[in-house]
């Protein structure tokens, strides 16, 4: 047991008024603690409590028992006698006729009802005694906003948890209720309240019960908070959002149908309201409310209801405004909020009241004089603006009421579909004679509308089993008969389209009711075989003959599109039959022969977009771009033809951005990939001359693209299958020289001597072959099985020692993914990662990059030409390398340490000794390819090694690189005895540093600023380095902008400012200004004494950026300017006369 | 200072809609020059200078209240001088004095210093007209009222706007 001196002096500290906030709580926690682990049971703190529970002192009373109302809130879970929770429950009960105390009271009560299952609950005839003495004594008005929350809190509790011992109460509970809501104003009080009313009327379902005589009083205290509206100025900060209140109370208004006596009225008076919001907050609670009350009590109101929408949808201004960018999608009006719900609210009415509803719309009087006068309505651009948008208002109108029902759709129809029928000219079937005058358009676009309607309905009732029924329906006879006509009068809409005289929005209601007909599902359909054929005719003559018009073109691809998915999801066979004999194939045949009138681009759009619909019809088309695309590769290859070099060049780029990633997201596609890898590789096996062509670059980077993305879908046992047809056809290539790599001793004098020729004396099939299997292999799984991996090795090692970057790459991939040597493992068959690390680091490529340049061996006694030669083949060394180092890495192996000291070696080569006839700036470009190796390493590359491409990638690897690297080159860094070293080190430095992530750099701040600063200066010098000084910079930005390392900044801020003030003229790039001065900007927030004597500085070399020549730095430079004044005005108001004296000079 | 506002009901006019800066950065050429003599984009960079100004006495910008219009403000870049002619909304504006010195101040804040900036009023807007103009454009007087520091927080409250 607590000793009760300790628990006395807890008791006081809370109750003393002068102790903070913070003791207060530290107080209760501690009482809390002792009570949890059974130190002090709950009756002896309540014994020693006693003086501060019943003094005559008030402060002390509401002290002490807030004290032990907020203990009870923490004991929540912990098990108390059933006596204690009686007595304590009595007395907080007692207490609520306290005003002074109340609010410890209601805490108390509160936690108290809210204790759950087997830890002592208060009882049912207490809760009651509860509910009795609050309703009696507690005025929730007259309290501040805290209180009046607990009150609506425990109000909500005892209704929660307490139901059916409350309901007795109904004769107070009600009235008490409506009292204490009555006036509330705050938010969060609020959305408890009307959470309290529709828990409350679900307690009284009855409705001729108690509630029934108390509706008026209840919904009129809710009422007047409707539309809710917030005066709140928008800064305050409100937990309450706007539409979460809305929402509670639009559920307290539909919580019982004895409201909508009340209800309804109210919001339709309020639809007539002109604030927008009100419209739109009334048009919701009438579409929520009418689904609670039902549709028998929201009967009476249809007729009103009807009357308001049409209003709404017939004029609504916000919708007039937005009219006149509609030309685009033909009639479609950009909809305003308020015609949205206004038309939500239409499909309820006729889900619950459709016959009336239907019979309200035939007889109306505005839809009756837009239909009849519709023959006005012949030319979209003869419409003036209101009608046309009165003819939206009935086409949606009509829609819907073609929809909902079965009933309203036959009613529809028979009203209005006669009249359009005559107003399009169409009298019976098969009418030729109307071909000859263009087409009504507003006839047109209702007709389009209402066959909408009718699809909905047809696809709403199909899995009903009625489609049956629907067949003997009356408006589906009507329909059936004129679907002929009406097919014949769309499709003539479209062929007026050619000579111009029909509009945007003509052709799109022509070819939109194509699309319906043509869509009709299930069993059932408007229209024969026959129709449907030629619905398909046209669109597919529209597509493949028509591009000249733009707009029309894109419609009956769209349309296309449509039918076509529709087609692949349903089962109706006859359909699948009629598209894939009319379109699929005419597509598919079109692709295969050699037809210019339409361009490429266009074709491959048409197959994109269309077989996208459906695996079958892909398939299909795949064909024809397989052997398009054989054609023009071998047109490239044979005669070195420039037409087919774009064709083959377009090709490969859609199978690489469309097609591919196509058949990869469907799934279970991977043959596709695998075909198409070994079909390339099969064409390229059987040309054997290439013809050499002034632009294949582009081309071969566009079939490297495809070749690696369909490989790196592909599985492992068919890359294995890809890689050896591949690297049969390169053995098959007798001017590369793999035979003599297979063996040991040639290879090396291979090596030796292929490496001197440059990339030109590769052939072009040579050159297409390594790229293409350098593609192949980057893509490789780490599962891949690679048979020849030591003459790949060996081959990537000569031809990138020529400049063949995708070699490199491919190094870099190999050694990436190798399998690690295993012990027990046969080792004649299986080549191991250190098998390869030992091949590469015995290679020429190694000892070149660790000979350095001066004491190579054919420097002593060759000629200029030779030495010159070696260096460059020294610099392709070394980036083969950097991707060897780059696989390396990435899969966290210990000898990328010896390969970055060979590149830091190779940077720092000396060549200042010996009399070399080569000039300097060859030497340099060794050095610097040195340094540019660490951009390759820690940069993330999109053509190899990365997560697409299967790379095998440790977590934080960039992270280790730089903890590598780092005190190597600080160290170097302090040594270095030459400029050019420095420079080359810095160059290096900033490549790792500009590619760590920059946590990372953050957290070495305090050594690295002197350094990024360093070579800042150093780097700016040479005008080819702009882009890594900007990086440099953007590091240097991150940190200052970081919160944490402020003091770093702080100490080097001499430096940093006088480097950014230099930076702040850099003439090479503008971006490098403008961040340098949004850094000194930032800068300007440091502690005045450090920035202080910089200031002169600044703000003189700002008058010169203020007349930079570029805007945006010249705006940087004012508000730099203005936040340097600001600043130091405040802090010496003796300031602005030195500052204006500066600028009045000039005045 | 004043005891009632000078004009209590100001019309607040619709705003001309800003252009956006054509072009973006990476197409552009580095070492092009943004032409200063290019009178029509520059001179709307000055808008954007000083369209923002705070009105002293209302909540509204200068342009809100069209004191200030696109068309009120010549630039020649290349004789580095600028004019900016602005309208006070009543005629006794004793606020007039304050606007011009706001506006001075502005410009001197985000202008070369090579330029020579004029302020005027516009001709036959003010009853005082010559004596405000005469104010503005003294440079020892503009030093003078910029010494004062009820007058220097009444203009940095001003302009503190054209600064976001």
Partial sequence: MADSTHCVKLIESFVDSSSTPAQQAASIDA????????????????????????????????????????????????????????????????????????????????????????????????????????????????LRQSDRKLCFELLGCLLERYPDDIVHLDDVLIPGICESIDGEKDPECLMLAFHIVEVLVHLYPDPTGPLASFATDLF???????????????????????????????????????????????????????????????????????????????????????????????TSPESVLLLESEIVDGMSFQESHTVTEALILLQKVFCQNSDLLIDLIVIDEDIKKTVDSIYQFKEYTGIPLADKQRLHAVGSILYFSAKSSIGSCNRVFEAFFPCLINALGISAENSVALLSSPCNFGATYLCVELLAGCRALVVRTKGNATSNVIVQEAWCDILCTYSTSLTKLFSFTLITGVDGSTQNACLHSGVKGLQILATFPGDFSPISKSVYESILLKLISVVTGNCKDAFLWKLALKALVEVGSFVDKSEDTEKAQSFNAIVVDKIASFMLCDDLSMPLPLKLEIISSIGTTGLSYMQKFLQGLECSLLASLSGVYVRGDPENLEIATSLLECYSCDVLPWFDSIGGQEEVQFHFALTIWGQIGNILSFCASSQEQKLLSAAMTAMQYAVGRCLAENQTVIIDRAFGILLSTTSLPINDLMDEITSVKVEGYKSNDDLG????????????????????????????????????????????????????????KLPVKVENMDASNVFSLEDAIDLIFSSRVWSLCNEGPTNCSVARNNNETSIRNNLLIQSHAIEGLAWIGKGLLMRGHEKVKDLIVTLLSCLLSNHSEGSLPCTEQEFLCVMRSAADAFHILVSDSEACLNKRLHATIRPLYKQRLFSIVLPIILSLISKADSSIQRAMLYRAFANVVSGTPLSAVLSEAKKLIPILVDSLFVLSEDILNKDIVYCILLVLSGIMTDKKRSEVVEENAHIIVRRLIALMSYPHMMVIRETAIQCLTAMSELPHARIYPMRTQVLLSLLKTLDDPKRAVRLEAVKCRQACVSYMEFIYPQLPRVHIAIQSRHI | MVAGLINANPIVYEKKERRPRTGSVVLEDEYAVESIDHMVVFSLTFLHHIRDIKDPEHPYSLEDLKVITEDAIEVDDKRSYVRVTFTPTVEHCSMATVIGLCLRVKLMRSLPSRYKVDIRVAPGTHATEAAVNKQLNDKERVAAALENPNLVDMVDDCLAPSFE
Avoid at chain 1, 104 to 131: D, H, M, P, T
């Fill in chain 1, 761 to 816: 004396c590769m052939s072009c099939r040579e050159k297409w072959i390594i790229s293409l299997f350098a593609s192949v292999v980057a893509a490789l799984r780490p599962q891949a099985h690679i048979a020849n991996v030591k003459v790949i090795l060996r081959l990537f090692l000569t031809t990138q020692l020529s400049g063949h970057v995708p070699s490199a790459q491919a190094l870099g991939s190999i050694i990436n």
């Fill in chain 1, 220 to 314: 009129e205290n809710l009422s007047c908070y409707f539309p809710i509206h917030f005066t709140h100025p928008k800064g305050e900060d409100i937990d309450v959002k706007k539409e979460e209140l809305s929402r509670t109370l639009m559920v307290a208004f539909a919580s019982t149908p004895l409201f909508e006596p009340f209800a309804i009225p109210l919001l339709l008076e309020k639809l007539s309201s002109s604030l927008p919001l009100a419209k739109v907050e009334s048009l919701k609670y009438l579409s929520y409310c009418s689904d609670k009350y039902g549709a028998a009590r929201m009967a009476k109101h249809v007729k009103v209801i009807w009357s308001a929408l049409k209003d709404i949808i017939y």
């Fill in chain 1, 31 to 142: 009482i809390a603690a002792l009570v949890k682990n059974d130190m002090l049971t709950l009756e002896s703190l309540v014994r020693e409590m006693a003086m501060y529970l019943t003094t005559t002192d008030s402060f002390l009373r509401a002290r002490g028992t807030l004290l032990l109302g907020e203990l009870l809130a923490c004991l929540a879970s912990k098990p108390l006698e059933s006596e204690t929770v009686l007595s304590l429950i009595g007395f907080f009960t007692e207490r609520l006729a306290d005003w002074k105390a109340l609010h410890g009271a209601l805490i108390g009560c509160l936690a108290l009802l809210r204790r759950k299952g087997n830890v002592g609950v208060v009882s049912s005839s207490k809760a009651l005694a509860v509910a009795q003495s609050y309703l009696q004594n507690v005025q929730v008005q007259s």
